[in-house]
């Protein structure tokens, strides 16, 4: 089982950056993929990107794809998303998550473990 906790988030101007980190414990981090999905109000939560476990592979919602970047630090069982050129439309919720299944795996139900979240505000 994993504990994912994260920060990071806050208040920026359109065309800012912010970068997030999503702490995981355990001891055995390298075996989940990662993802970032967000929730804006009154939205359903929705995929932004993911990291598999074993090459790091990445892949993007269209939206974020060019302005976001997701990686992984095994050694501090840590995963980040650095987002730029942000856009009042990124406003939302930030969750990360895990799970021990591999592959692109996009959906929330593939996702076994999530952190409590964290607010990203775009202010235009």
């Known amino acids: 089982q994993v504990q994912l906790v994260e920060s990071g988030g806050g208040l920026v101007q359109a065309g800012g950056s912010l970068r997030l980190s999503c702490a995981a414990s355990?001891?055995?981090?390298?075996?989940?993929?990662n993802a970032w999905f967000r929730q804006a109000p009154g939205k359903e939560r929705e995929f932004v990107a993911t990291?598999?476990?074993?090459?790091?592979?990445?892949y993007y919602a269209y939206s974020v794809k060019g302005r976001f970047t997701v990686s992984r630090d095994n050694a501090k069982n840590t995963v980040y998303l650095q987002m730029t050129s942000l856009k009042p439309e990124d406003t939302a919720v930030y969750y990360c998550?895990?799970?021990?299944?591999?592959?692109?795996?996009?959906?929330?139900?593939?996702?076994?473990?999530w952190g409590q979240g964290t607010q990203v505000t775009v202010s235009s």
């Open positions: 355990g001891r055995t981090f390298s075996t989940y993929a």
């Open positions: 990291i598999t476990k074993s090459l790091g592979n990445t």
């Open positions: 998550a895990a799970t021990l299944k591999n592959g692109i795996l996009t959906s929330t139900q593939t996702y076994d473990y």
